[in-house]
């Protein structure tokens, strides 16, 4: 659930989070001319210059036919009245995978394929009342790398808990959803069930959208130099509380609060600073009340109130993104524990839009997370949501470069990235170690994925695919006695809708 405020003026559904959406964002704000907020997502379609987003700039093409139009420009369905509007929208994760290695692996499962299918519905009612929910279900036979991944943490990246299907595969869905209710001012109220997403980069290291969703409220305010947000979220984990006279026992769960305030003291700087705490919801004795910190939507008063919680954690980020030129955008990225096992988190990057041509984009950035950052020595208070961290999927620990590029001519796409990550073994990188353990090895894990495709339905960028994937994973002993390797050599085409983030490029 969220509560949040803010301007509104006409559209205030979210902008779905993801690196496409990241980017069209950061290209239309700097056409805009005038200071806009792109470090907390999502935004609000009414806060931002979303009408130049590739999707909502008019198609100029003749369409000769209503099922042309409905494929390649029209939302499937839409009720359009002064009084409300409503749009539907099918959304699609239709993958093939032929996987050149693991060759005992592939024969045991046979066909390797994600099966995925939803719908976006979204709309307005008067002048007030803006909502939007998402869903999609998932059937999978995974690729060799990406099954050991779902297997050991119980969890698919971006979506949440899976359960079995048929021998080997994994059944797995998300589902979103926000209501707002506003006015013309600068507040808005609402509800939402979904994630929240810090920073300017492909990674954010202090809140990211790879965990899964969770219910939240949020407060905020906003006008054209302040963006206030103040949320309250619910998080769990697996681990279930003790049986009771149900048949399947509730998870554990815990509270999560955040407070997060930007600043555009020029129309290229934003500046912006957040604190994060997690606090007790259950026990061994049972479910105990919020402490009174969680009440307080002050930015610095609810952390420092916490700090004197024994039971709480308590982290500090800021982002700083700076508008370089028309083209260019230089960010970085904070992270900041008080208490814990670990300490802190660095980003640094840069999003080159239009670079040489127009809608050739590249991406450079570098990622350090330190020790048991994710860490906390109190069972459950850990930065984590459901088998995983809240900022960097692949735990604490580690070091990241990656490269990421993307060109699109009309309809026509091709994108290209590699992601080189360096990481300890052992309980510096579980972001469950409740205490501090030997350094027993090292993780060299290598990434490189390029991809050709075709742009179908720019409401919901559903898009044609086919790309080539290789994965190199190298973990040894810190004496290199022991070592193994795992890889992957992956052909793939798929169709999908980029909406839901789902993902193994760690």
Not at 280 to 291: D, K, L, M, N, S
Request: glycine share 10%.
């Amino acid at each position: 659930m969220l509560l949040s405020f803010n301007a509104i003026s006409g559209w205030t559904q979210t902008i779905p989070i993801g690196d496409y959406w990241n980017r069209e964002l950061e290209r239309v704000e700097h056409y805009k001319g005038k200071p806009a907020f792109t470090t907390y997502k999502p935004q609000l379609k009414s806060t931002v210059n979303f009408k130049n987003i590739t999707g909502e700039v008019k198609d100029s093409v003749k369409y000769y036919s209503m099922l042309s139009r409905l494929i390649f420009r029209d939302h499937l369905i839409e009720f359009k009245k002064p009084e409300y509007t409503i749009t539907i929208d099918p959304l699609l994760q239709l993958e093939l995978y032929q996987d050149l290695k693991n060759e005992t692996y592939n024969n045991t499962r046979g066909n390797l394929y994600n099966n995925g299918r939803g719908a976006i519905v979204q709309g307005r009612i008067g002048n007030g009342v803006e909502f939007q929910t998402i869903f999609l279900e998932n059937q999978s036979v995974l690729p060799y790398y990406q099954s050991l991944w779902a297997d050991s943490t119980g969890v698919i990246p971006g979506m949440g808990r899976h359960k079995e299907f048929k021998k080997y595969g994994y059944d797995y869905g998300i589902s979103t959803s926000s209501l707002f209710i506003g006015s013309k001012s600068w507040w808005n109220l609402g509800l939402m069930y979904g994630k929240q997403f810090f920073g300017n980069g492909y990674r954010s290291l202090i809140l990211s959208d790879a965990s899964m969703n969770m219910p939240m409220v949020q407060l905020g305010m906003q006008n054209q130099h302040f963006q206030y947000k103040s949320t309250v979220g619910i998080g769990q984990e697996q681990s279930r509380i003790p049986l009771g006279s149900t048949g399947e026992s509730l998870f554990k769960r815990k509270l999560i609060t955040w407070n997060y305030l930007s600043f555009l003291p020029t129309e290229k700087l934003e500046i912006a600073l957040m604190e994060t705490v997690v606090s007790e919801r259950w026990t061994p004795q049972g479910i105990v009340a919020p402490e009174v910190h969680a009440y307080v939507p002050i930015i610095g008063v609810r952390g420092w109130m916490a700090q004197k919680d024994s039971n709480a954690t308590v982290m500090y980020g800021s982002n700083l993104k700076w508008n370089a030129n028309r083209n260019t955008t230089i960010y970085g990225q904070y992270g900041w524990v008080f208490k814990g096992l670990g300490k802190d988190a660095l980003q640094f990057g840069a999003l080159f839009t239009d670079i040489g041509m127009k809608n050739l984009d590249l991406r450079v950035e570098y990622n350090q997370v330190g020790a048991y950052f994710y860490s906390q020595n109190v069972n459950l208070m850990s930065l984590t949501q459901q088998n995983q961290p809240l900022g960097h999927a692949s735990g604490s620990a580690l070091t990241e470069w990656l490269i990421r590029g993307h060109y699109r001519w009309k309809r026509f796409l091709m994108q290209g990235c590699y992601h080189w990550i360096q990481q300890d073994v052992g309980n510096a990188a579980n972001p469950y170690a409740l205490e501090y353990g030997v350094k027993i090895g090292k993780r060299d894990f290598q990434y490189f994925q390029g991809e050709i495709g075709y742009l179908v339905q720019p409401h919901t960028h559903l898009c044609l695919w086919l790309g080539v994937t290789q994965v190199d994973e190298l973990k040894s002993t810190l004496d290199n006695s022991y070592k193994t390797n795992i890889t992957g050599q992956i052909i793939s085409f798929k169709i999908t809708s980029d909406i839901c983030y789902r993902a193994f490029d760690f």
